[in-house]
């Protein structure tokens, strides 16, 4: 096994970190499908990707793309914050609609972490919306161990806050 | 007097809002002079310059620039954040060192609170250290009008936090 392809236990899943031309538009249509995301955010998902195919690990972003039976099914972007020294953003984290509810997202964060620890970071910070839509998501980085390093209110539009959670990894 | 070049009262000060080929350079020495800002800060101060000249205002950054008899004395860079609808980002703000204690930064950040609001912008978060070096900078801030909305411990560095300010204009 080396670090690039990683097969996961117990079923099908293989988790990969290179990045392939086909992977912009695959992540453009997982985001697409998880129906959270609006068009500005869609089109920033897959522009990272094709930042990343074009201008390699200076991009400032890295990925785990996890695949079953060949098809994206989830994936996470994240990277070190510049002009930071050790913490790092955990820029999207998305699971296809088919595959939701089994666990496959608190795994790729798991990932992810491990990932982030091994190139050097020590905080891992993920920003997400105080709406009531996502709910589900903030009680997921709840119950992945990651505290609420802030509130900002009305950050994303008027009565929309932003909520910044952080856990401290290693 | 036009939207592009605005003479401030009782002075020699120019501000423009125009960016041009000379103006990523002369960022680069004048951040560089103020020795404030890490080596990558340096280098991404004078990117987002460049950046705003290849793309134009798609890049999203937007600049005001302070000048007295032709020379760099100041400057601003700024936008809306990605994703938001009303809130904007003071991603730097400098004086040259010459200038320094003579209400250059207090202007030219009215200035350029005065464009984020005739562009849409309602929020301007400004962000800095919580170290030592910076309580100037953040007293700057305060006096200005901004609240502290978040500190984030350990941000840039262990034992270095982010300090987020924000002011709600207009």
Known sequence: MNESTRRMPADSLVVRDTVRPAD??????????????SAEEVGIAAELVAERLQRGPASG???LFAERDGRLVAYSCF??????????????IAVHPDAQGTGLGRRLLQETERRVLSLGGQ???AETS????????RAFYTSCG?????????????GDAKHVFVKKLG
Do not use: H
């Open 61 to 63: 972003y890295e990925f």
């Open 79 to 92: 990277g070190r914050i510049p002009c930071t020294l050790v913490s790092w953003d955990l820029y999207w």
């Open 130 to 137: 105080g709406r009531a839509q996502y709910v589900p998501t």
């Open 123 to 125: 905080a891992l910070y």
């Open 24 to 37: 912009t538009e695959a992540v453009r249509e997982l985001v697409l499908a998880t129906g959270f995301f």
């Open 146 to 158: 990651y505290g609420t390093a802030a509130v900002l209110e009305d950050f994303y539009a008027p």
